[in-house]
């Protein structure tokens, strides 16, 4: 049987994306994303987020229009973001061709897992290369080697089969070589089959010990693998 295209998958799923991320792992994740992303500069400035889905960001954090900017492929999810948030600009495109002039933004961020669903993943770094501006920052969440059994995953609640791309830190280092200050970790590993028997304040208080002490030096074993770099001059 041939898979379904990431486009397919998420106008179908669009309507019960949402309730299938509501468990206390998944706010601890949000929460530790968006306090880091807040920290580190990634939402100042012209920010585009690539693969918005059904509007997390905006959710979490109040960015004006002139300053959050979202890029999706599935209308339904799209349909969803608008819903929530008609002032802002949701476009409709493909992270590997995006509909963007070089050197439009300050940020380019894209979250839990939508880089992996990119169907040509060297085109994808290059048009993020392509649409920052010097000196420009990026931060991309992408599925590890672990995620595509995660029980929570989606896609697997709904035994879909998954087109997306699980990758291990080295490959994802490689595709982002020209990149400048590159930093790789990983976000969430065995809080989350704790998660089931104990409480949230300590899944909570496991995932920062586990973020503190192993992601930088394990990415490969956490379901997410993130990382963020600069744009500069000389990557050019
Ligand atoms: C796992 S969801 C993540 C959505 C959102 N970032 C979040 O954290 O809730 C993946 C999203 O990537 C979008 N997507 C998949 N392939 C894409 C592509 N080639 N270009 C743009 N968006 C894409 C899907 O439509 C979906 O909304």
Known sequence: MSKETPKLIYNRLSKVYDECYNEPIHTIEND????????NGFLEGKVLDVGSGTGI??????????NYFGLDISESMLEISKSKFPKHFFFKGNMSNMPFEDNSFDSVISLFGSFSYSLNHSKTVQEIERVLKTNGKFFVMIYGRKYSSRESYILNKFNITSPATFFNHKEIKSLFSRFNKKKIFGITWFSDSLSK???PR???FIFNLEHRLFSSFFPDNFYFITISGQKNAKTL
Not at 57 to 66: A, C, F, G, K
């Open 197 to 199: 028997y104990i409480s």
């Open 57 to 66: 960001v905006l959710e979490n954090i109040d960015l004006s229009p002139e």
């Open 202 to 204: 300590f899944i909570k």
């Open 32 to 39: 530790f994303v968006f306090k880091y992303l807040l920290d």
